[in-house]
C-alpha cells in the first residue's frame, strides 16, 4: 500500500516497515487507515494483520467508528487506541492534563 493523503492533507493511508525482534529483519509492522470527520480524526485501523503489535501501532478494534472525541473548541479530548483522556487545556488550548488509565 502506498501513503495516501486526502486534498485537505490529512493522511487517509500509512505502510510502516521496521525491525522485528533482536535480529536484522525487516519486515511491515502497520497498514494503517485513517477516517475523518471533516479534519478531525475519528478512527484509525490497522489492516495488516500481524503479530508485530508491539513494534508499531496498537489497533484496539472494539471502539468501531469514534476512537477520538473533541471538545467544542476542536481539542482532542480522548484516544481511546491508547487508553488517553486529556483532562485540561490551558488559555493557548495547549494541552495541561493528560490521564492515562
Same mark, same amino acid.
Given at each position: 500500500?502506498?501513503?495516501? *493523503?486526502?486534498?485537505?492533507g ?15 529483519? *525487516?519486515?511491515?509492522?502497520?497498514e ?16 495488516d ?41 490551558n *488559555?493557548?488550548n ?8
Amino acid at each position: 500500500m502506498q501513503n495516501q *493523503y486526502s486534498l485537505n492533507g490529512n493522511i487517509l493511508s500509512l505502510s510502516l516497515s521496521g525491525k522485528i525482534g533482536t535480529g536484522t529483519n *525487516y519486515d511491515m509492522i502497520d497498514e494503517l487507515t485513517y477516517g475523518y470527520n471533516g479534519n478531525q480524526l475519528k478512527k484509525v485501523d490497522d489492516i495488516d494483520d500481524d503479530n508485530y503489535q508491539d513494534n508499531g501501532f496498537s489497533d484496539n478494534d472494539s471502539f468501531g467508528n469514534n476512537e477520538y472525541a473533541y471538545d467544542a473548541n476542536g481539542n482532542m479530548i480522548q484516544d481511546d487506541n491508547k487508553d488517553m483522556d486529556i483532562t485540561e487545556y490551558n *488559555y493557548l488550548n495547549l494541552q495541561q492534563q493528560i490521564t492515562i488509565k
